[in-house]
């Protein structure tokens, strides 16, 4: 009998989140929906709906070491993505551990929830700074976390080639820009300081949009594990972020997520609707 060959394999190191939207429930649910197999080191735990943020509990750096020693020294990786790591000593433990893995890293400087809830202790920034942005293959920050990060407040795309230029002086190897806090279309910048690409997208008018920084981050990992170049995986991850947040749905009170199971739902709604 043939053996069926193993999956390309993605690690996230982050943080849970109860509701399901973010965090690691959103990563392995992005990485499942796109073919590739999602293993987790937990940071954090946080009790989370749709609300905001009522609680975070963090995990012992041991702990995290511990994790992610065991993923990747048995199983092994073609891609890591990190998201919320909320104390300085935490990053510092998580950029050693990928600066010894010969894979790439997608880092996601989660600083703020949706919720404008704060996720990273101010004595964290700067260990961000110089200890997980220069062993990042991509750095994705948002409007709000370059911010946080190198003081540069961006207002439209010329700035966002400004931010662009003060995030790879951290030393990621390539910075993309989330311009989803700008007015019109929803633009990305990506650039590695030779080449630019923009990545452009109607703004959807959906207001549930929960988990969506995480959901892009997983998703380029994704498609950085299944060989893709870095201008190649960011554009397929803006498509299906895309799709998902057309699809977010209410959920609580308050914002709901995006919906990482979207094409496995338009393909049971078309295989529904031939076979009427």
Do not use: F
């Given at each position: 009998?043939?053996?069926?060959?193993?999956?390309?394999?993605?690690?996230?190191?982050?943080g849970s989140d109860s509701g399901g939207g973010a965090g690691i429930q959103a990563d392995l649910k992005?990485?499942?929906?796109?073919?590739?197999?999602?293993?987790?080191?937990?940071?954090?735990?946080?009790?989370?709906?749709?609300?905001g943020v009522q609680g975070v509990?963090?995990?012992?750096?041991?702990?995290?070491?511990?994790?992610?020693?065991?993923?990747?020294?048995?199983?092994?990786?073609?891609?890591?993505?990190t998201g919320m790591l909320s104390s300085a000593s935490l990053v510092t433990t998580v950029a050693e551990l990928l600066a010894a893995t010969e894979a790439p890293a997608v880092v996601d400087p989660v600083g703020v929830s949706k919720h404008g809830d704060s996720l990273l202790?101010?004595?964290?920034?700067?260990?961000?700074?110089?200890r997980?942005?220069?062993?990042?293959?991509?750095?994705?920050?948002?409007?709000?976390?370059?911010?946080?990060?190198?003081?540069?407040?961006?207002?439209?795309?010329?700035?966002?080639?400004?931010?662009?230029?003060?995030v790879l002086a951290l030393g990621p190897t390539w910075?993309?820009?989330?311009?989803?806090?700008?007015?019109?279309?929803?633009?990305?910048?990506?650039?590695?300081?030779?080449?630019?690409?923009?990545?452009?997208?109607?703004?959807?008018?959906?207001?549930?949009?929960?988990?969506?920084?995480c959901?892009?981050?997983?998703?380029?990992?994704?498609?950085?594990?299944?060989g893709h170049p870095v201008p190649q995986a960011v554009g397929l991850a803006k498509e299906y972020l895309t799709g998902a947040i057309t699809a977010g749905f209410a959920l609580g009170a308050g914002i709901g997520p995006v919906d990482h199971g979207w094409r496995i739902d338009a393909g049971a709604k078309g295989a529904r609707g031939s076979s009427q």
């Open positions: 009998m043939d053996i069926p060959p193993r999956p390309r394999r993605v690690l996230t190191v982050a992005t990485m499942l929906a796109l073919g590739v197999h999602g293993m987790s080191v937990l940071t954090a735990v946080t009790a989370q709906n749709s609300l509990w963090e995990l012992p750096d041991d702990a995290v070491r511990t994790q992610y020693r065991s993923v990747v020294d048995d199983i092994g990786v073609q891609a890591v993505k202790a101010e004595s964290a920034l700067d260990a961000v700074r110089h997980l942005m220069p062993v990042a293959t991509v750095a994705t920050p948002n409007l709000d976390e370059v911010a946080q990060l190198t003081g540069v407040e961006v207002r439209d795309e010329a700035g966002m080639e400004r931010a662009a230029e003060a910075a993309l820009i989330k311009g989803g806090h700008l007015s019109g279309d929803a633009v990305d910048l990506l650039t590695d300081g030779t080449e630019t690409h923009w990545y452009r997208a109607p703004r959807l008018d959906n207001r549930h949009t929960h988990g969506t920084g959901t892009l981050a997983s998703a380029i990992a994704s498609h950085l594990a299944l």
